[in-house]
């Protein structure tokens, strides 16, 4: 893992980047304590879909956003998710919508965690990410208005059931381009387990699961 003292992982990206279903096997994989799901923007795939095959690995899923609020400007959080945010355990804060989810990331600002790492998921294949500028104008976005900094991409370039070794050369390609521009590494590289790959490709390699079209909330 890069930056492998940290503890707290803040994971974004924009809808269809499959952020959450990342978020699901790295925390399975990297063996997380928590997953707080503060995805209040895309209501389709969130990673408390996948509550089932978490407990089994012994990972807790946390919905922090109370049905009352969820609609405000910047929804409250509950004081469980700071709690956790400020302990020595291994969370991953799921967070939706890219620039407009990443806005909940400024609610941590008064509070003192372990080291934290941000990590940006990228599908090439989304129109708003599909080229070097789109997705370094995401990151800006981010960053300013979540007031963190972006430690690493993940690319995630994917058509869903067509996806091939081609298209994660291509992602990786542009996502070579924006590292060089503004210096954020390639940290991560993720595909479906059932893709065959024979070529060296960026970052650590996590093989996904489909966990979420095989769970309901």
């Given at each position: ?10 994971i ?22 928590y ?7 895309n209501p389709y ?6 509550n ?12 922090s956003?109370?049905?009352d609020?969820?609609y ?9 998710i700071?709690?956790?945010?400020t ?9 939706g ?11 941590f600002?008064?509070y003192?965690?372990?080291p934290t790492?941000t990590l940006l998921?990228?599908n090439?294949y989304?129109?708003?990410?599909s080229?070097v500028?789109g997705?370094i ?14 430690n690493?991409?993940?690319?995630n ?6 996806t091939?070794?081609e ?14 521009k ?23 390699i ?5 966990y979420?079209k095989q769970h309901?909330?």
């Amino acid at each position: 893992m890069p930056n492998s003292g940290n503890s707290i992982y803040f994971i974004v990206g924009y809808f269809g980047s499959g952020k959450s279903e990342f978020c699901v096997n790295f925390a399975i994989q990297k063996k997380f304590q928590y997953l707080c799901d503060l995805d209040v923007i895309n209501p389709y795939f969130r990673s408390r879909q996948a509550n089932k095959i978490l407990n089994e690995n012994n990972i807790k899923i946390i919905s922090s956003i109370d049905k009352d609020t969820k609609y405000l400007d910047m929804p409250l959080l509950s004081q469980e998710i700071f709690d956790l945010y400020t302990s020595n355990q291994k969370v991953i804060y799921d967070l939706g919508g890219s620039a407009p989810g990443a806005k909940l990331i400024k609610q941590f600002n008064a509070y003192t965690s372990q080291p934290t790492t941000t990590l940006l998921v990228v599908n090439v294949y989304r129109k708003e990410t599909s080229d070097v500028d789109g997705i370094i104008n995401e990151i800006k976005k981010i960053e300013q208005i979540s007031g963190t900094t972006i430690n690493g991409l993940i690319n995630n370039a994917n058509l869903l059931s067509e996806t091939n070794e081609e298209h994660l050369l291509y992602g990786q390609n542009i996502l070579r381009q924006v590292s060089q521009k503004i210096n954020i590494p390639i940290s991560y590289t993720s595909y479906n387990e059932s893709i065959k790959i024979n070529v060296p490709l960026d970052g650590e390699i996590i093989k996904l699961k489909l966990y979420l079209k095989q769970h309901n909330i």
